[in-house]
């Protein structure tokens, strides 16, 4: 059997760790899958039909058309970048890493695929699997927070712990793990790249969940540069609130509780009701801006 020298490139600090064996210049055999004994840590070519995938993976979403200029690409200069995977029993194996180009070859027709088969229990797969993810460029920033916060769940892991890990600060992740906290809206926005981190980080500056999608629906309708929400944003949390506003009445009746909740839905906006003991009383709309008021007023007026 022929002896290949790889050399692998240089990985980031977090992942180094914990693939090191796999991140140095060691040689490579290039053997049947017959070879049973001598399998692990090697990279030979296993049959598409004995590799199963990863029930850990983190990612759902495959762009189809990405998948088929990849799967174009195979076709031609074939799988450059082996994937990873596990030997869970003979003839069959678990993708650890590469459902892209396991996806892609499967599409270009082809048989097998050059695969690094290395040992992992459980937890070590799903750690490699989520780590491998977050190494992708294309991934939005919600899905690095839900994967940062699936390595904290599963893995039981503090953001001091992770960070060492990803060889980032902890700043970094405590501020992707805030965006989870974004009204949903917020997040399928960021989500879809519509904004980006920067305005989503001044969004999430905002207390309240009201002004946090007044001031999405302003980036959206108006193009809004992160520059320019950092301003908006300023100038929400530099206006000064009547603290009644936020007084709890416990004694407003529950039809008018309810009266309040349909408008606030209505108009996407707080909506305050103060009754007296007369049945008299008023409603209390707040606006941020003209637009924001052209806005209701177009609401009110059912236009």
């Known amino acids: 059997m022929a002896l290949v020298n790889k050399k692998k490139e240089a990985l980031g600090k977090g992942i180094r760790a914990l693939l090191s064996d796999m991140d140095e210049e060691t040689e490579v055999l290039k053997i049947s899958v017959k070879d049973e004994d001598s399998i692990i840590n090697t990279v030979p070519r296993i049959p598409l039909d004995q590799i199963e995938v990863n029930p850990f993976q983190p990612r759902t979403d495959f762009n189809e058309e990405a998948l088929l200029e990849l799967s174009n690409s195979i076709k031609v200069h074939g799988v450059i970048q082996p994937i990873t995977v596990r030997k869970i029993s003979d003839k069959k194996y678990q993708l650890i890493a590469g459902e892209r180009r396991l996806r892609a070859s499967k599409l270009a027709g082809k048989q097998d695929i050059p695969a690094y088969v290395r040992t992992t229990n459980d937890q070590e797969l799903v750690e490699i ?32 712990n992770l960070a060492e890990r990803l060889g980032k600060e902890r700043s970094t992740v405590t501020n992707y793990l805030r965006l989870l906290k974004l009204p949903p809206e917020v997040q399928t926005s960021l989500r ?5 981190m920067g305005h989503a980080r001044s969004i999430i500056s905002i207390p309240e969940v009201d002004k946090q999608l007044f001031v999405l629906k302003e980036v959206l309708n ?33 039809a008018y509780k309810n009266v309040e909740q349909r408008l606030m839905d209505r108009l996407e906006t707080k909506v305050k009701i103060k009754k007296s003991k007369e049945d008299k009383g008023e409603i209390v709309i707040p606006f941020y801006s003209a637009n924001d008021l052209s806005r209701l007023l177009e609401l009110i007026e059912g236009e």
Do not use: C, G, M
């Not at 540069?225 to 009445?249: A, G, H, P, Y």
């Open 222 to 254: 108006n193009e809004l540069s992160v520059r320019k929400t950092e301003e908006l944003v300023r100038s929400l949390n530099q206006k000064k609130i009547d603290k009644k506003e936020f007084t709890k009445d416990t004694q407003l009746p529950v």
């Open 192 to 196: 879809d790249k519509s904004i980006s």
């Open 129 to 160: 699997a989520l780590i491998e993810n977050i190494q992708r460029e294309d991934l939005n920033a919600i899905e690095v927070a839900l994967t940062y916060q699936r390595l904290i769940d599963e893995i039981n892991l503090t953001h001091e």
